[in-house]
């Protein structure tokens, strides 16, 4: 299962094509793929005044990285790099600007805080990724395990620092955000603290599942409204994630969905019904069918979820839906912290 994440941006207005792309496999749900073909590598022999576990080298889908030293000077060409970099204790010297004069994501801002970095240094991406500014700062390694666009980077990355990737390049889609980290852990030297942030997320998402025995066995449909159709994204074979780990169940609708069969016609909006019915709309008035439309259609009102109350809209104005469709070590114990009371809400009835 893929979840492609552009250079994992967050959907900005120039990012509508990504994420109607990230969510159609709802990394939301699982950390998109459990397919853990993560850092296999094993670190290249050490010399008597190398680091401990340096010089270490990493195959990827385009070659060898070998990263002689412990890296100090980190540059990250996606979003979900950075993510990776500042979870990690690592302010990078050079990102790229996903945000584009928008606000910074509230569990972003709270790791640049943390660290005391103000402001991140950042590139105009518009084009693409900016290699003489990445080149500038001299970094000592470039992060790029969540980008889309490595196939065409790769080459003019390599000679400005050692590149961090994945080993296939199916890997851009189906990786989950822990293997992703590791690796990059691995080449920075840092996997404990990659244990630390894995263990620290499972903890937030047993703890609140603990927390909300009423979750378990229920019932839940989560949709998206895209600008093409109104999806189905918990599809039978949605690998389980953040829902599932909190307690919920898919519906036996679901096994009439997948990845490439998700369209919900509004002939077929009781396809939606579930103990709790989730619906998001990232793209506001760019999506095939507006909120207000949606929710006063006569059949959509008949769904025992909407008469009973078991509904409730995710919001995507403070990231919260784009977090869920784009996990990352730093969005995935947010994502659980926002979800959980309005999961609860929609359980009760409320």
Same mark, same amino acid.
């Given at each position: 299962?893929?979840?492609?994440?552009?250079?994992?941006?967050?959907?900005?207005?120039?990012?509508?094509?990504?994420?109607?792309?990230?969510?159609?496999?709802?990394?939301?749900?699982?950390?998109?793929?459990?397919?853990?073909?993560?850092?296999?590598?094993?670190?290249?022999?050490?010399?008597?005044?190398?680091?401990?576990? @340096?010089?270490?080298?990493?195959?990827?889908?385009?070659?060898?990285?070998?990263?002689?030293?412990?890296?100090?000077?980190?540059?990250?060409?996606?979003?979900?790099?950075?993510?990776?970099?500042?979870?990690?204790?690592?302010?990078?010297?050079?990102?790229?600007?996903?945000?584009?004069?928008?606000?910074?994501?509230?569990?972003?801002?709270?790791?640049?805080?943390?660290?005391?970095?103000?402001?991140?240094?950042?590139?105009?991406?518009?084009?693409?990724?900016?290699?003489?500014?990445?080149?500038?700062?001299?970094?000592?390694?470039?992060?790029?395990?969540?980008?889309?666009?490595?196939?065409?980077?790769?080459?003019?990355?390599?000679?400005?620092?050692?590149?961090?990737?994945?080993?296939?390049?199916?890997?851009?889609?189906?990786?989950?955000?822990?293997?992703?980290?590791?690796?990059?852990?691995?080449?920075?030297?840092?996997?404990?603290?990659?244990?630390?942030?894995?263990?620290?997320?499972?903890?937030?998402?047993?703890?609140?599942?603990?927390?909300?025995?009423? @979750?378990?066995?229920?019932?839940?449909?989560?949709?998206?409204?895209?600008?093409?159709?109104?999806? @189905?994204?918990?599809?039978?074979?949605?690998?389980?994630?953040?829902?599932?780990?909190?307690?919920?169940?898919?519906?036996?609708?679901?096994?009439?969905?997948?990845?490439?069969?998700?369209?919900?016609?509004?002939?077929?909006?009781?396809?939606?019904?579930?103990?709790?019915?989730?619906?998001?709309?990232?793209?506001?008035?760019?999506?095939?069918?507006?909120?207000?439309?949606?929710?006063?259609?006569?059949?959509?009102?008949?769904?025992?979820?909407?008469?009973?109350?078991? @509904?409730?809209?995710?919001?995507?104005?403070?990231?919260?839906?784009?977090?869920?469709?784009?996990?990352?070590?730093?969005?995935?114990?947010?994502?659980?912290?926002?979800?959980?009371?309005?999961?609860?809400?929609?359980?009760?009835?409320?």
């Amino acid at each position: 299962m893929s979840v492609p994440n552009r250079p994992r941006r967050r959907p900005a207005a120039r990012a509508l094509a990504a994420l109607t792309a990230a969510t159609a496999c709802l990394g939301l749900l699982t950390a998109c793929g459990e397919d853990s073909t993560a850092a296999k590598d094993k670190p290249a022999a050490a010399g008597a005044d190398a680091p401990a576990g @340096f010089p270490v080298s990493l195959t990827n889908a385009w070659g060898t990285t070998e990263v002689k030293k412990k890296p100090v000077k980190v540059a990250t060409v996606s979003d979900g790099d950075t993510a990776i970099a500042l979870a990690l204790g690592i302010v990078p010297v050079i990102t790229p600007d996903v945000e584009d004069g928008s606000k910074v994501p509230e569990y972003k801002q709270r790791a640049i805080d943390k660290l005391g970095a103000g402001k991140l240094k950042t590139y105009d991406d518009t084009d693409g990724t900016a290699y003489e500014a990445i080149a500038a700062e001299a970094p000592d390694v470039i992060l790029g395990m969540n980008t889309w666009e490595m196939d065409a980077d790769y080459a003019k990355l390599q000679p400005i620092a050692p590149v961090v990737t994945f080993t296939d390049k199916a890997h851009a889609d189906t990786l989950t955000w822990q293997d992703r980290l590791k690796t990059a852990a691995k080449a920075l030297g840092l996997s404990a603290k990659a244990d630390e942030v894995i263990a620290a997320n499972e903890k937030a998402t047993a703890d609140a599942a603990a927390a909300h025995p009423e @979750f378990k066995g229920k019932t839940y449909t989560y949709t998206v409204v895209h600008p093409e159709q109104i999806s @189905f994204m918990s599809y039978a074979a949605q690998d389980p994630g953040v829902f599932e780990k909190l307690g919920f169940t898919k519906t036996d609708k679901a096994k009439n969905y997948a990845p490439d069969k998700n369209a919900v016609s509004l002939e077929n909006l009781d396809q939606l019904d579930a103990d709790v019915l989730l619906v998001t709309y990232p793209f506001g008035d760019r999506g095939v069918i507006s909120a207000s439309e949606l929710e006063s259609n006569k059949l959509f009102q008949s769904l025992n979820a909407v008469k009973d109350k078991h @509904f409730t809209v995710i919001p995507s104005d403070n990231s919260l839906s784009s977090a869920i469709a784009y996990p990352d070590p730093l969005s995935a114990p947010w994502v659980v912290e926002q979800l959980t009371p309005l999961l609860a809400k929609a359980v009760a009835g409320q």
